[in-house]
């Protein structure tokens, strides 16, 4: 933490080293070139008319004013400016001058006698450099051209330079005073720059090829928004006027002089663009880098207003519309501002970076590191945006300490320095995140781990209980079937009553709401032969099935002269009362199925009543009968309407005539090649076409591996009963 501590405030104070009242600095290379600038003789005279040419000047020197007089700068208005320049040396030099910071410059040199030369003009954006087509390593440097003015001052000589300059309202010059270079050694100055800016843009390149494969791999927004922001940085920085020339033109195409109706060239345009927006997209990738929008909601408001103003500040510059004075985008009123705007969203990441950091967040103070140089090149730059010297402006004037002096190349080592440390900051905060991961990952296995010998034990203890709850449960079915199948007919209930009897009884489950009754062999004459299907299976149908056996006993308790409608009808009652679904408070709607045959042996005729089960009949020829029961059920709440109660059936039968009784659980049953048809009656009919002439015993085989083959792997639907007899 002290640590952090000192940098913050060596940032500041370097901040306030830089806030000092702006000099010219003279771009000299050798403190062994006596050439003398007379800066006192400066005199500066305002165009605002924008058309008087040198001879007008030359007329008028007596309009000129000195340029300590002139205390803002107008970048619409033309500005002729007079100075003197003297050779103290015992040689010839050749001078180049320096037109950084002008928007354009057009310099007439007159000697002694009068003699006026005009020389080269030159702007911001610059010629093509010719330079630039030849080997720096192999070409002598008085083979060097240049694209800038330049002129030869003989030894002894003082000439005085008149030139028309306009101000570049965003790179402004720091006073009307001409920098001079040697041209000898500016010219090795720039065979060395160009190894020096090599070196920048390959590092970059390389960082942004990184940069893109890491996105692309990882899928990562973060590594995305820096692959974003370096790519944009590479093309910013191949595009920045250093030295020289806009490198990403120089060395691929010449775009410099192709001019666009609203700004000045299209090299122009696009540095602009370029410069902005590596901005704009630095600030995304440091909002996403540092989750500013979770952990620091207001200060994602803010940036999203700087990056409004950003965008704004851009077109106006791009377009040209920044030029024009007395207006709210003029100069003196935006370029402070954003400046100043750029400087505080940069304090502000590091500080919510160091905070980040304090809170856990170890990757954090990478980005804290990457954004002391960022900040500190950054700001150079933009106090010479608003007219104050850099702190790199005390770097002698030669060498690495020259290239830093500029503001292109100092801001271009800046962004490269920077995306170095980003690049580091973005691999450690992978790293990072990983061993987070990795500690997550093997305390959640631990926990697992845990769990799992803690759920264990609790399965064990469960599964033992469930066995003995299931014993239980099993058990206690298994006495419940018992019980069931002693409320079927006894079997002298049976005897001396038919030829042959025999049934198919098989709850779907262990028990079954399924159930066939005859009634008491006490009672003489005819007798009762009932077969129902309750609602539902398993323990629900049987309690039902029980209610039917003991409804059917109270019907037919002291005789059976009842018929079977009537009976029907008797057994839909008490159903409904002994379930309590005569009241409209009833918690339960369920009922019953039923067939019932009043068999009279004597008359060899039998009655014979059916709710939704019918009676099959195939007589001693094979024909086949069906006889349909009514379209009701018993004992639901819903009471029966007079249309569809049971009605009789009155059937005159011979001796070994064949009589079947099914519940829908036999014809209902899906099966066969598909598994998706029912057994249905036709195919039930045509096996008893095919039996008839066997006794009962031998017709229930027959229908059952009939019916298992037609079931096959398919489940059992329902409970299925089948009541087979011959009287």
């Known amino acids: 933490m002290k640590k952090l501590k000192k940098q913050f405030v060596f940032i500041l104070l370097f901040s306030l080293l830089a806030i000092v009242q702006h000099t010219h600095a003279r771009m000299v290379l050798s403190d062994a070139m006596p050439i003398i600038f007379k800066d006192a003789d400066i005199q500066v005279y305002e165009d605002s008319t924008n058309r008087a040419d040198h001879l007008n000047v030359l007329d008028n020197l007596n309009l000129f004013i000195p340029a300590t007089e002139i205390k803002s700068f107008k970048p619409h208005v033309t500005y002729w400016v007079v100075q003197k320049i003297f050779n103290g040396l015992d040689q010839d030099r050749e001078l180049q001058i320096d037109h950084s910071g002008w928007r354009e410059l057009t ?260 980005f804290t590191y990457a954004v002391i140089p960022y900040l500190v090149f950054r700001l150079s730059f933009l106090f010479g945006i608003i007219g104050i010297s850099s702190p790199f402006q005390m770097l002698p004037d030669y060498g690495i300490g020259y290239f830093l002096k500029n503001p292109w190349t100092n801001q271009a080592f800046g962004v490269c320095m920077e995306a170095l440390i980003m690049a580091l900051a973005v691999i450690s905060r992978a790293r990072w995140l990983q061993n987070e991961l990795t500690i997550s990952a093997k305390n959640h296995s631990e926990l697992i781990e845990k769990q799992n010998q803690i759920l264990e034990t609790t399965v064990e203890d469960r599964t033992r209980e469930l066995r003995i709850k299931h014993e239980l449960v099993l058990s206690s079915v298994n006495y419940a079937s018992r019980l069931q199948r002693g409320q079927l007919p006894r079997s002298i209930r049976l005897e001396g009553r038919f030829n042959s009897f025999d049934t198919i009884w098989e709850p779907r489950d262990v028990i079954g709401g399924d159930v066939y009754w005859v009634s008491s062999s006490l009672h003489p004459g005819p007798f009762i032969l009932a077969v129902a299907d309750s609602t539902g299976h398993g323990v629900p149908g049987a309690m039902l099935s029980l209610l039917v056996s003991n409804s059917l006993e109270r019907i037919y308790a002291n005789d059976t002269d009842q018929d079977p409608a009537s009976a029907l009808l008797a057994l839909d009652r008490y159903v409904r009362l002994g379930l309590n679904q005569d009241r409209s408070d009833s918690e339960s709607d369920d009922g019953c199925d039923a067939a019932l045959l009043r068999i009279d042996p004597d008359k060899k005729i039998i009655e014979f009543s059916g709710a939704k089960i019918g009676l099959f009949r195939v007589d001693s020829q094979g024909i086949l009968t069906r006889y349909s029961g009514a379209r009701c059920s018993l004992g639901y709440q819903e009471s029966i309407i007079e249309r569809y109660k049971p009605y009789l059936h009155t059937i005159s039968y011979q001796t070994d005539d064949v009589f079947v009784i099914t519940t829908d659980g036999l014809t209902d049953q899906i099966g066969g090649p598909n598994g998706k048809i029912s057994y249905g009656y036709r195919r039930l009919e045509n096996l008893l076409r095919s039996q008839f002439k066997k006794d009962a015993k031998a017709i229930t085989a027959a229908i059952k591996d009939d019916f298992f083959a037609w079931q096959g792997v398919n489940e059992r639907r329902d409970d299925v009963t089948v009541v087979v007899f011959k009287l």
């Open 107 to 366: 310099a007439y040199v007159i000697d002694a006698k009068g003699n006026t030369v005009k020389l080269k003009s030159a702007g911001f954006v610059g010629n093509h450099n010719p330079f630039l087509a030849t080997n720096p390593g192999a070409t002598k440097i008085s083979e060097f051209q240049s694209q800038f003015p330049s002129f030869v001052l003989k030894k002894g000589e003082e000439v005085t330079i008149l030139s028309s300059v306009k101000f570049h309202p965003i790179f402004p010059s720091k006073s009307f005073s001409l920098s001079f270079y040697d041209k000898s050694t500016f010219s090795e100055f720039r065979r060395f720059s160009l190894y020096l800016e090599g070196l920048l843009l390959g590092t970059l390149l390389a960082l942004t090829i990184f940069a893109l494969f890491n996105a692309y791999q990882s899928n990562d927004r973060v590594n995305i928004h820096y692959a974003i922001w370096i790519s944009i940085a590479f093309l910013s920085v191949s595009s920045l006027h250093i030295i020289d020339g806009h490198r990403l033109f120089e060395f691929f195409f010449n775009v410099e002089n192709l001019v666009v109706p609203w700004s000045d060239t299209v090299a122009y345009v696009i540095f602009i663009i370029l410069a902005f927006g590596q901005s704009i997209s630095y600030v995304i990738f440091a909002r996403q880098y540092l989750n500013i929008k979770k952990y620091f909601p207001k200060i994602q408001i803010i940036t999203n207003i700087w990056i409004a103003y950003a965008v704004i500040y851009c077109f106006l510059a791009a377009t040209g519309e920044f030029y024009k004075e007395n207006t709210f985008f003029s100069p003196s009123i935006i370029a402070p501002a954003y400046s100043i705007a750029v400087g505080a969203v940069l304090m502000t990441f590091f500080v919510c970076s160091y905070l980040r950091y304090r809170a856990g967040f170890g990757f954090a103070i990478f």
